[in-house]
């Protein structure tokens, strides 16, 4: 889900990741969307990543 102000001063996203996935593609993907100027938040049910 992606969370903005109204004004558009800031975004963020809210990840719920319930499959696998690995450290490499969390930080990829985190560093694209820093690159679009959005922050994230990552949940998961466990720690068991790929």
Do not use: H, N, Y
């Not at 969370?3 to 996203?13: I, K, N, R, V, Y």
Request: proline share 4%; net charge negative; with cysteine.
């Amino acid at each position: 889900m992606l969370a903005t102000d109204p004004a558009g001063s800031w975004a963020t996203a809210l990840e719920a990741q319930l499959s696998p996935i690995s450290d490499a593609d969390i930080t990829a993907r985190t560093e694209k969307m820093a690159a679009d100027g959005v922050t994230s938040t990552w949940c998961a049910t466990s720690r068991e990543f790929t």
